[in-house]
């Protein structure tokens, strides 16, 4: 299985800051990289799919970008809404597998 | 619209069978996959597994001896079925919709608490 290691388990961020989630495969996956959003109480939301395309209606303030097999989730100037869990997933080969998570707390 | 909504009981007695559905519109199953994922209380997403469109289907290392996932074309309909169950399968289920193998989930149920216990 491939494994998805993701950092940090949790951060808090101000309005100004630039905030970066990283997910690291194990393996190659060739890009097939998305990044949901969860709030609590809540089904997660597509944000980020092909590690770098925007999901319809995302705000541009969120990116995907990555390096090697590491992939990142950017969030320039986040809002206060933006505070959540946030989880990469894989769909390059099954069993998919998800990070482990990260809460982020804008302040 | 795409919709996705997954009905089942709420509980469920250790060692017994686990019998979950999730009902589509606005799409078909035979052009799209389904997907489960679950999420223990207070813990993270993981993938359970999926009914392609071809009716194939993939499950999660850790749960295939227990798991099946099955469908219903002509009903709009996928279903989940895992035996065995315990305490630590006590979570949150979630249906969710891919167009095409490597493709996101982009459609979501609102997910379906199932608590194992006696």
């Known amino acids: 299985d491939i494994q998805m290691t993701q950092s940090p388990a949790s951060l808090s961020a101000s309005l100004e800051e630039i905030v970066t989630i990283t997910c690291k495969a194990s393996?190659?996956?060739?890009?097939?990289l998305s990044w949901y959003q969860q709030k609590p109480g809540k089904s997660p939301q597509l944000l980020i799919y092909?590690?770098?395309s925007l999901a319809d209606g995302v705000p541009s303030r969120f990116s995907g970008s990555r390096s090697g097999t590491q992939y990142s989730l950017k969030i320039s100037r986040p809002q206060v809404d933006d505070s959540g869990i946030y989880y990469c997933?894989?769909?390059?080969?099954?069993?998919?597998?998800f990070g482990s998570g990260t809460k982020l707390e804008i302040k | 619209q795409v919709q996705l909504k997954e009905s089942g009981p709420g509980l469920v007695q250790p060692s017994q069978t686990l019998s979950l559905t999730c009902t589509v519109s606005?799409?078909?199953?035979?052009?799209?996959?389904v997907h489960w994922v679950r999420q223990p209380p207070g813990k993270g997403l993981e993938w359970v597994g999926a009914?392609?469109?071809?009716?194939?289907?993939d499950y999660n290392s850790a749960l295939k001896s227990r798991l099946s996932i099955s469908r219903d074309t002509s009903k709009s309909q996928v279903f989940l079925k895992m035996n065995s169950l315990q305490t630590e399968d006590t979570a949150i289920y979630f249906c969710?919709?891919?167009?095409?193998?490597?493709?996101?989930?982009?459609?979501w149920g609102q997910g379906v608490m199932v608590t194992v216990s006696s």
């Open positions: 092909d590690a770098t």
């Open positions: 969710t919709r891919s167009v095409y193998y490597g493709l996101p989930f982009d459609y």
């Open positions: 606005g799409f078909s199953l035979t052009s799209n996959s």
């Open positions: 393996q190659g996956i060739d890009d097939y």
């Open positions: 009914i392609w469109s071809g009716g194939s289907t």
């Open positions: 997933l894989q769909s390059y080969s099954t069993p998919f597998t």
